[in-house]
């Protein structure tokens, strides 16, 4: 059975951090692609930041700068560490797995910036 089971959400200050993770189980970790992807209210699903079964990383522009995903294969976890978070940045966030035709998601975890 697929899993993918998002932690580290909550409240912040602006200018705060986290460091979200997700625990992944039922497939083959280290041959997908991941991704973080994070929803407002009223706002469309976004990409935040992806990384590549090989290490590879893109991000969307309103993270540059402020936000790492990384990822462990031997624990088959992936991580985002955000740094310098933004109003703007309020939403749930989603773990993403991606290989072929095969796509997986997690139930999100809740960020929200706030002072």
């Known amino acids: 059975q697929v899993q993918l089971v998002e932690s580290g959400g909550g409240l912040v200050q602006p200018g705060g951090s986290l460091r979200l993770s997700c625990a992944a189980s039922?497939?083959?970790?280290?041959?997908?692609?991941m991704g973080w992807y994070r929803q407002a209210p009223g706002k469309q699903r976004e990409l935040v930041a992806s990384?590549?079964?090989?290490?590879?990383?893109n991000y969307a522009d309103p993270v540059k700068g402020r936000f790492t995903i990384s990822r462990d294969n031997a624990e088959n976890t992936v991580f985002l560490q955000m740094n310098s978070l933004k109003a703007e940045d309020t939403a749930v966030y989603y773990c993403n797995a991606n290989f072929m035709r095969k796509n997986y998601w997690g139930q999100g975890t809740q960020v929200t910036v706030s002072s």
């Open positions: 990384i590549t079964s090989g290490g590879r990383t």
């Open positions: 039922g497939f083959s970790f280290s041959i997908y692609a």
